[in-house]
């Protein structure tokens, strides 16, 4: 049977078609601004200890005024299926790919920070068409990738208190919308406590839940009634500690003070760029050389949506919430839905399995062999085969899709 894109007429108002169309003035400004980047002093220009090194940000700007062409990257993205829908009053751009096998999963996939929708490029064709790249066809997904509230295409939230549990909820929306009534999630970063919230609100609705990174708010019960904390898990507690004390200064300031800084990376593109470049690179499982793994025409790309959609100061804004609303868990609290975890060697620190257990059902836990943060990106074939058989054995019946 062939597939169909959702409906976006008769059978639901609310979803209608979307094209990416930058304003030519936006381009106007930006090589403009470029034109008068003014750069910093430094000791040397090569390091990185500091932050992003002199040499690699005057090469980016270079690359950006001279090389990067915006136009071939947005007619590229626009040859995704992109829609925008509402959901209890909250617009949500997504892209939607219907997959070709006897029976595709349905499976919402969820970006991070400082990621887009664009993170999922690749990895979505081996998930919706398995078949065409080594795979069986019953392994087929319907694949949803939204936008996070102030992400990209998706306006900002009107209003304070919008933090992944919420979006949690826009999510479980927009999947109903598209008459989808049992689906899968999978996320990194952001996307991966956006998506365990969806299995600890709607387990009747989430066939499964796949990471590639561990929430890094996620707190199991501890202390009295609870197990002892093992060696393994006290070695991750120190590792995220120091973490925090050497890396997390971007997480400390988005989580208290994120306006401030989005006055800084709203009016400087550079700024914008040194921000996020530093994180990929830093992130990735790159040697030092973010170019081995993400072009400069990715990076350039992602960072231009964050650019064109003036949607920073609302991506560093949701750290706050999350930090208000963290995902911690009380005494005997357990999450019914299976959870899978793929582990890339240079993922930010990742507690062992038994963490996960003291709260999760935990059916899948894998040691990837290469790869970083941004595995779909780095490694969109080794991901896919992962998400494919964490879901093998959880199709079945439930799914809905209402056609067009």
Same mark, same amino acid.
């Given at each position: 049977?062939?597939?169909?894109?959702?409906? +976006?007429?008769?059978? &639901?108002?609310?979803?209608?078609?979307?094209?990416?169309?930058? $304003?030519?003035?936006?381009?106007?400004? *930006?090589?403009?601004?470029?034109?008068?980047?003014?750069?910093?002093?430094?000791?040397?220009?090569?390091?990185?200890?500091?932050?992003?090194?002199? =040499?690699?940000?005057?090469?980016?700007?270079?690359?950006?005024?001279?090389?990067?062409?915006?136009?071939?990257?947005?007619?590229?993205? &626009?040859?995704?299926?992109?829609?925008?829908? #509402? @959901?209890?009053?909250? !617009?949500?751009?997504?892209?939607?790919?219907?997959?070709?096998?006897?029976?595709?999963?349905?499976?919402?996939?969820?970006?991070?920070?400082?990621?887009?929708?664009?993170?999922?490029?690749?990895?979505?064709?081996?998930? #919706?068409?398995?078949?065409?790249? /080594?795979?069986?066809?019953?392994?087929?997904?319907? @694949?949803?990738?939204?936008?996070?509230?102030?992400?990209?295409?998706?306006?900002?939230?009107?209003?304070?208190?919008?933090?992944?549990?919420?979006?949690?909820?826009?999510?479980?929306? *927009?999947?109903?919308?598209?008459?989808? &009534?049992?689906?899968?999630?999978?996320?990194?970063?952001?996307?991966?406590?956006?998506?365990?919230?969806?299995?600890?609100?709607?387990?009747?609705?989430?066939? /499964?839940?796949?990471?590639?990174?561990?929430?890094?708010?996620? +707190?199991?019960?501890?202390?009295?009634?609870? *197990?002892?904390?093992?060696?393994?898990?006290?070695?991750?507690?120190?590792?995220?500690?120091?973490?925090?004390?050497? %890396?997390?200064?971007?997480?400390?300031?988005?989580?208290?003070?994120?306006? #401030?800084?989005?006055?800084?990376?709203?009016?400087?593109?550079?700024?914008?760029?040194?921000?996020?470049? %530093?994180?990929?690179?830093?992130?990735? !499982? +790159?040697?030092?050389?973010?170019?081995?793994?993400?072009?400069?025409?990715?990076?350039? #790309?992602?960072?231009?949506?964050?650019?064109?959609?003036?949607?920073?100061?609302?991506?560093?804004?949701?750290?706050? %919430? &999350?930090?208000?609303?963290?995902?911690?868990?009380?005494?005997?609290?357990?999450?019914?839905?299976?959870?899978?975890?793929?582990?890339?060697?240079?993922?930010?620190?990742?507690?062992?399995? =038994?963490?996960?257990?003291? @709260?999760?059902?935990?059916?899948?836990?894998?040691?990837?062999?290469?790869?970083?943060?941004?595995?779909?990106?780095?490694? $969109?074939?080794?991901?896919?085969?992962?998400?494919?058989?964490?879901?093998?054995?959880?199709?079945?019946?439930?799914?809905?899709?209402?056609?067009?």
């Amino acid at each position: 049977m062939p597939a169909v894109p959702p409906p +976006c007429d008769k059978a &639901n108002t609310t979803i209608r078609p979307f094209q990416i169309s930058i $304003p030519e003035a936006a381009l106007h400004d *930006l090589r403009t601004r470029l034109a008068a980047t003014r750069f910093p002093a430094t000791h040397d220009a090569e390091d990185w200890k500091d932050g992003v090194s002199l =040499s690699f940000a005057r090469r980016l700007v270079d690359y950006w005024l001279q090389s990067f062409d915006w136009r071939a990257q947005e007619a590229r993205l &626009n040859r995704l299926q992109q829609r925008m829908v #509402t @959901v209890d009053g909250q !617009d949500i751009h997504f892209v939607f790919q219907p997959g070709r096998g006897p029976s595709p999963l349905p499976l919402v996939l969820t970006h991070g920070w400082p990621g887009s929708f664009v993170e999922f490029e690749n990895l979505i064709p081996l998930l #919706t068409d398995p078949t065409a790249h /080594g795979g069986a066809p019953e392994d087929a997904f319907d @694949v949803v990738v939204p936008s996070l509230p102030g992400y990209g295409f998706s306006p900002a939230p009107a209003r304070p208190g919008v933090s992944s549990r919420e979006i949690a909820k826009l999510w479980r929306g *927009l999947m109903g919308q598209l008459g989808y &009534n049992r689906f899968g999630a999978q996320g990194g970063d952001i996307g991966a406590g956006v998506s365990v919230w969806l299995a600890r609100l709607f387990p009747e609705n989430v066939a /499964g839940v796949h990471l590639n990174y561990m929430p890094g708010s996620y +707190c199991p019960p501890l202390g009295a009634g609870a *197990l002892p904390i093992t060696q393994d898990e006290q070695q991750f507690l120190d590792a995220a500690a120091a973490f925090a004390a050497q %890396e997390g200064a971007y997480a400390a300031l988005q989580s208290t003070k994120p306006q #401030t800084l989005a006055f800084a990376l709203t009016d400087s593109p550079l700024g914008l760029a040194a921000w996020i470049a %530093e994180k990929v690179r830093a992130w990735s !499982d +790159c040697g030092g050389n973010v170019e081995t793994v993400i072009s400069l025409d990715t990076l350039l #790309t992602n960072i231009s949506l964050y650019l064109f959609s003036d949607s920073i100061a609302a991506s560093l804004r949701l750290y706050k %919430e &999350n930090r208000l609303n963290p995902l911690a868990f009380g005494p005997g609290e357990r999450v019914t839905t299976p959870l899978g975890m793929a582990v890339f060697p240079c993922e930010l620190p990742t507690p062992p399995r =038994s963490w996960a257990e003291r @709260v999760f059902d935990v059916r899948r836990w894998t040691s990837m062999p290469a790869g970083g943060h941004f595995a779909a990106l780095e490694q $969109p074939s080794a991901l896919a085969a992962e998400i494919r058989a964490f879901f093998r054995p959880l199709r079945g019946p439930g799914a809905r899709h209402i056609k067009a």
